[in-house]
């Protein structure tokens, strides 16, 4: 089997190896520029490490696993734009460094040729892995429209922002295991196994972003703590914090939600409240939750321990930032 690095060393020489400069140079440069900041690439690191529990050979995953990777960005650039970001990943956003317009061209053609890199897969089961990214891409299309609906309503449900979170993060590195577990002829019940361990860490992960932006270091976490509370996000935090407050509580809140002009003192007064709920606890009972989750699933696979100890290694990487 491949080690987890020789893996991600998989990934970049595929990525390195492709050639987007072309004409018109305005369209494909901002393409070029969106993929070479390589980030963690985790989504098609999954899919290979999820191919290799079953096959040796990777040749036929890597295709589908670039595929992944430029639908991942291209839901970034897009998302960029609808969030008006000035930065990702350290760098000016696309649409800062262009223009909104160029960004919408560009992510357009991003996506068409995700959908390119994707049919070049012509192995086993390939009606399934083309039918899974259809239903992923739609997915995650759903959980961005229904994060922007959340910013125009006064009160968002738990179960309605785990939703949320579910189709715009979760499903693409569910989608990434099991999509890697269907290229390599894996049992039926084992790639659902993969895509469910691959949901619940999102999940976990993402409940796990909302915690750390209020109570995360923000030298490990590589992000100014309490960015989502001067925006108002809807986080899991706050809306139970909403939920749970009472009459003056949540009086408070609304006033430093609404009214408090000054970042230091509004970010100050909402972890104050955040910790009198309890609220770090809470959530941090619903990150163990779905990490259980995530590794049961796991665990129901039928490989042995070195057959699957590299994904455990991510899984667990995934998770080490909240301490």
Not at 149 to 170: H, P, R
Request: hydrophobic share 40%.
């Amino acid at each position: 089997m491949y080690s987890f690095q020789q893996i991600q060393e998989l990934v970049d020489q595929q990525f390195n190896s492709l050639d987007f400069v072309k004409e018109p140079t305005g369209l494909y440069d901002p393409i070029e520029y969106a993929l070479s900041s390589k980030g963690k690439r985790i989504r098609p690191t999954l899919l290979l490490m999820a191919s290799n529990l079953y096959m040796q050979n990777l040749d036929n995953a890597l295709n589908p696993a670039v595929a992944i990777e430029v639908f991942h960005n291209f839901t970034l650039i897009h998302d960029d734009i609808m969030d008006k970001a000035d930065k990702r990943r350290n760098k000016p956003t696309v649409h800062k460094k262009w223009n909104p317009n160029t960004a919408i061209l560009s992510g357009d053609a991003m996506m068409i040729k995700a959908y390119q890199f994707m049919h070049k897969y012509q192995g086993v089961n390939a009606s399934l892995v083309y039918r899974l990214f259809d239903q992923t891409a739609l997915e995650v299309c759903e959980g961005q429209q229904y994060d922007m609906e959340f910013e125009e309503m006064k009160q968002v449900g738990e179960d309605q922002y785990l939703k949320m979170i579910e189709l715009k993060t979760a499903v693409l590195l569910a989608c990434s295991l099991k999509m890697g577990a269907l290229i390599g002829n894996a049992p039926e019940n084992e790639a659902e196994a993969l895509y469910n361990f691959g949901k619940y860490l999102g999940l976990a992960f993402q409940l796990q972003d909302d915690y750390l932006d209020a109570f995360g270091d923000s030298e490990v976490f590589g992000k100014k703590i309490g960015g989502d509370i001067v925006e108002n996000k809807k986080t899991f935090l706050l809306i139970q914090a909403l939920r749970k407050a009472d009459k003056s509580q949540k009086e408070k809140l609304n006033y430093l939600l609404e009214k408090e002009t000054d970042e230091v003192r509004k970010i100050k007064g909402v972890i104050e409240i955040y910790n009198e709920l309890k609220i770090p606890q809470v959530t941090e009972d619903l990150i163990r939750e779905y990490y259980d989750k995530a590794l049961k699933a796991f665990n129901s696979l039928n490989k042995t321990e070195n057959e699957k100890k590299n994904l455990r290694h991510v899984a667990g990487k995934l998770m080490d930032r909240i301490h």
